[in-house]
């Protein structure tokens, strides 16, 4: 009687822990990814690098499911419009707001980094993969006037977990933000 219950005891440990260290992998891959994004400013290749820092920073046990990188200089976290459906289906939502990556374009950008980068920010991003708020219109100059730009991430992790006859999907997420890189 008392052994059964000590099973699902440590098994829920076992699932508990394995959860922590997943959220703490997606923590420390949005951390990285925001880093180079904020070095990187205005940059056309700021979102590419962003994109390849997070999903090469995460194990190939969980799936990302979206990637939305968005303005955080005028809202403190991740804009309700763009965690939208309709947003990851457009690659985000209005101009200016925020940029978003679903599976497909994850993985395309992971598989062949060197012609993905012909995706991203040419100078007027009309047309690309980060066409919503193109790095060309990130604030990276620091002024009397306006501080610089800030940037935030938001990252939504599928994790399949638990035995295979009782498979369930777990979602995590996490958000941050962090100034933009000033540039002379």
């Not at 925001?34 to 820092?53: E, Y």
Request: proline fraction near 6%.
């Amino acid at each position: 009687m008392v052994l059964p219950l000590l099973f699902v005891l440590v098994l829920g440990l076992v699932e508990s822990g394995l959860n922590w260290r997943t959220s703490s992998e997606l923590a420390t891959a949005v951390r990285s990814g925001l880093r180079t994004a904020s070095a990187l400013g205005s940059s056309p290749a700021a979102d590419q690098a962003l994109v390849l820092g997070v999903a090469s920073a995460l194990d190939g046990g969980s799936t990302i499911e979206k990637i939305v990188v968005y303005d955080a200089s005028t809202s403190a976290s991740v804009p309700p419009a763009c965690l939208t459906a309709g947003a990851l289906a457009a690659g985000g939502s209005a101009p200016g707001a925020c940029n978003v990556y679903g599976p497909a374009q994850i993985q395309q950008v992971v598989a062949n980094p060197v012609s993905s980068a012909a995706l991203f920010g040419q100078p007027s991003c009309s047309g690309m993969l980060d066409k919503f708020w193109c790095p060309a219109d990130r604030e990276t100059v620091q002024t009397v006037s306006g501080g610089l730009g800030q940037i935030g991430l938001y990252v939504k992790l599928n994790v399949e977990a638990g035995p295979h006859f009782v498979l369930r999907l777990t979602t995590i997420t996490d958000d941050a933000q962090m100034a933009l890189e000033p540039k002379q």
